[in-house]
Nanobody, 123 residues
C-alpha cells in the first residue's frame, strides 16, 4: 500500500555532512507524520527525528539537536534528513518511517518502513 525508499547514504569523514532522502509512494507524504531512525551495529533501532504531516512540529533526539535537521516537501512526497558534523559513532543503517496518526518517537507507533540506507562515518 505504501512504499518508502531511502537514498543518500554513503561514506563520509568525521565532521562531514550528508543529506538523506525518503520518497513515499502509494500515498502522498502529506498524509503521514514521518520519522527517521537509525540502528547502530549490535544495537536496537533508535529514534533520530520526526516531523508532523504539515511540517509544523518537529522532534529530535537529544544527541542530534543542533546538528541534524528534518524537513519535508509534500509536493515531491519526500522527507529529508540533513546531517551535519557527523561522528564515527553515528555509523548506522538509517531508516525512514510513516505514521498514520501523529508524530512519534517510538518505533512501534509507525506503520510503514523503508529498507534503510547505510551511513558510514570514518575517523
Amino acid at each position: 500500500q505504501v512504499q518508502l525508499v531511502e537514498t543518500g547514504g554513503g561514506l563520509v569523514q568525521a565532521g562531514g555532512s550528508l543529506r538523506l532522502s525518503c520518497v513515499v509512494s502509494g500515498r502522498t507524504s502529506s498524509s503521514y507524520a514521518m520519522g527517521w531512525f537509525r540502528q547502530l551495529p549490535g544495537k536496537e533501532r533508535e529514534f533520530v527525528a520526526a516531523i508532523s504531516l504539515r511540517g509544523g512540529s518537529i522532534s529530535y533526539a537529544d544527541s542530534v539537536k543542533g546538528r541534524f535537521s528534518i524537513s519535508r516537501d509534500n509536493a515531491k512526497n519526500t522527507v529529508y534528513l540533513q546531517m551535519n558534523s557527523l561522528k564515527p559513532d553515528e555509523t548506522a543503517v538509517y531508516y525512514c518511517a510513516a505514521d498514520r496518526y501523529r508524530l512519534s518517537r517510538t518505533t512501534s507507533s509507525y506503520d510503514y518502513w523503508g529498507q534503510g540506507t547505510q551511513v558510514t562515518v570514518s575517523s
